[in-house]
């Protein structure tokens, strides 16, 4: 079983940062396509935030280039998100998701996603 677990939430001022962490887990585990991270904010749709391929190309949201940075270790199997200046409307629930192949016939291609860690930034 392929399993995802986010840490590094929290409660920050406004102008903060924080540090997400990801860590994808499982004996089946192949290899590790792209990596992301998502939030969901109360009231409003999943959103992606940042994505990083596994051989390092980058992706952000308008809303978050310049402030946030997204890396990885694919020797732990490890996502991050670094977030700068943050601001009030970063608020919400922040998830991680992994495309992972995994051993089995066929080496299927699957998504997975973790739990969610809570992030609030206030003003």
């Known amino acids: 079983q392929v399993q995802l677990v986010e840490s590094g939430g929290g409660l920050v001022q406004a102008g903060g940062s924080l540090r997400l962490s990801c860590v994808v887990s499982?004996?089946?585990?192949?290899?590790?396509?792209?990596m992301g991270w998502h939030r969901q904010a109360p009231g409003k749709q999943r959103e992606l935030v940042a994505s990083?391929?596994?051989?390092?190309?980058?992706n952000y949201a308008d809303s978050v280039k310049g402030r946030f940075t997204i890396s990885r270790d694919n020797g732990k199997n490890m996502v991050y998100l670094q977030m700068n200046s943050l601001k009030p409307e970063d608020t919400a629930d922040y998830y991680c998701?992994?495309?992972?192949?995994?051993?089995?016939?066929?080496?299927?291609?699957?998504?997975?996603w973790g739990q969610g860690t809570q992030v609030t930034v206030s003003s």
């Open positions: 990083i391929t596994s051989r390092g190309r980058t």
């Open positions: 499982g004996g089946n585990i192949f290899s590790i396509n792209a």
């Open positions: 998701n992994a495309e992972v192949r995994t051993r089995g016939q066929g080496f299927p291609l699957s998504d997975y």
